[in-house]
């Protein structure tokens, strides 16, 4: 038994759960369904469990199955933790730092790319994040650091610090119908037009929105460069940073919306106060004092 219960069958059944279905999971695991399939057929039989009642339209855990998840979920983090701590003892440099964000361009962490590779062999890795996911990606230790908008509620294991802040423009196509309105920009005439969002990156946590009204129509689309693809398209409106704004005003491609008013957004840095390294400890005091020389801290 001890030979079938590996931590990646472990990896997998969380994937499972995670994900809603094994064809999800398969997709976040970079493995085919059946792959994934046959490893849970396979690990059912040298168990001699059911993880999974299959009676119905859709495979669920069993009571044996959920134990098995939840106790086995508890021996994942103890074999990361087991790692980062060893390669933190032994090389004092954690062998990767993820940094997940948000409204950021991804070529604002370039200089801290190349910078950190003068100093540490420590991998790096950028991951787009949305709302609630930025939150849970650092709630779940899929990014050590992160850099967004100031939440309302802080958790209790995390130090927040404010890089500073930038305004959020309501923008649209300049040829867009809400240019021609006569009525004042408020929530009855905004719910009149499509708004382009970008879908929260949460797996798990209650998904969150922004500037959206319930009964407004709207694209959902996947980031942020898609984002700005689809409201130079005319195809709705949407909020964006004013930096980003003001180049595609210039170009002609967006037009801000007249009546609107800007929105002021607190950026902030945080991380978890445990598993603290030297890639983390240097990456944080680089991105605080990169920020102010950055067009964000001007």
Not at 266 to 295: F, H, P, T
Request: aromatic share 8%; charged share 25%; with cysteine.
């Amino acid at each position: 038994m001890s030979n079938s219960l590996t931590l990646e069958a472990l990896q997998v059944l969380d994937a499972i759960d995670r994900r809603g279905s094994f064809a999800a999971a398969a997709q976040e695991l970079n493995r085919a369904p059946s792959s994934l399939s046959y490893q849970v057929q396979k690990l059912e039989q040298d168990l001699d469990l059911i993880i999974f009642d299959r009676s119905g339209h859709k495979a669920v855990f069993t009571e044996a199955g959920q134990l098995l998840l939840n106790r086995g979920r508890i021996l994942l983090s103890a074999a990361n933790d087991l790692v980062e701590d060893a390669n933190i003892l032994a090389h004092g440099w954690e062998l990767e730092i993820s940094i997940a964000y948000d409204l950021l361009p991804i070529d604002f962490f370039f200089p801290l790319v190349r910078d950190l590779a003068s100093v540490s062999k420590s991998r790096v890795k950028l991951q787009e994040e949305v709302l609630a996911g930025c939150w849970e990606a650092l709630s779940y230790d899929r990014a050590d650091l992160l850099i967004c908008p100031k939440p309302e509620h802080i958790p209790l294991d995390v130090k927040v610090e404010v890089l500073g802040s930038f305004d959020m423009v309501w923008v649209a196509s300049p040829d867009h119908i809400v240019h021609k309105r006569t009525s004042q920009f408020d929530q009855t005439s905004r719910k009149k037009y499509r708004a382009i969002v970008i879908a929260d990156s949460a797996r798990t946590a209650p998904r969150l929105s922004r500037n959206l009204i319930d009964d407004q129509p709207r694209l959902t689309v996947s980031n942020f460069p898609v984002k700005i693809d689809a409201l130079c398209a005319g195809l709705g409106i949407g909020t964006l940073p004013r930096h980003i704004a003001d180049t595609l005003v210039t170009e002609n491609k967006l037009a801000i919306i007249e009546g609107s008013e800007a929105q002021s957004l607190d950026m902030v840095i945080a991380w978890r106060r445990n598993k603290m390294g030297k890639s983390k400890s240097w990456c944080i005091q680089y991105l605080k004092k990169y920020w102010k020389l950055s067009e964000f801290g001007r």
